[in-house]
């Protein structure tokens, strides 16, 4: 079994899955809508009512992958870990509560394993490719072609960010 966290700015993600035949299935998903970014102050300092409701959000999730070896979880935090100053105290609670480690990936990785994710969940289209994921916090911009995302461009700021 092996599973994908994504702790977005608005919500946060599990899928658990097992690889049969070489196809993955899934067998559990979880969304909960966390808010993080909305605890987002002006001086980039995350308020300890967005940390709380994220680490109840991540016992949750711990509880199902308990089981699971480390090296089959991929926990990522995107853009508001990313944009708060405080982020190095509350990282190792979210550890502690997700019971596997977390790694804050960069708007660039995000943007990869975003195209990744769309492309293979096409079929039968080998041609190039326009992806855009408008979150809480960041918008990427991709261009791929099959599953190779060749041209990305994440920015800060996205409709979200602009109405707050």
């Not at 089981?67 to 944009?83: H, K, Q």
């Not at 480690?101 to 943007?111: C, Q």
């Amino acid at each position: 079994m092996v599973a994908a966290v994504d702790l977005g700015s608005n919500s946060f993600h599990m899928i658990v899955a097992r690889l049969q035949g070489g196809v993955l299935r899934v067998l559990d998903r979880h969304r909960e809508m966390v808010r993080l970014a909305d605890g987002l102050d002006e001086r980039h300092l995350l308020s300890i009512d967005a940390q709380w409701r994220a680490l109840a959000c991540l016992r949750r999730f711990g509880q199902r992958l308990r089981e699971l070896d480390s090296g089959n979880v991929r926990a990522v935090g995107t853009n508001t870990f990313r944009a708060a100053d405080n982020t190095a105290d509350f990282i190792s609670q979210a550890e502690q509560a997700l019971g596997h480690p977390i790694d804050i990936i960069s708007g660039v990785e995000e943007a990869r394993l975003i195209y990744l994710g769309v492309a293979s969940s096409m079929k039968g289209s080998e041609g190039r490719r326009l992806v855009v994921d408008i979150g809480g916090g960041s918008t990427e911009v991709i261009i791929g072609q099959a599953l190779e995302a060749r041209q990305m461009n994440t920015s800060i700021g996205s409709w979200w960010w602009m109405m707050k």
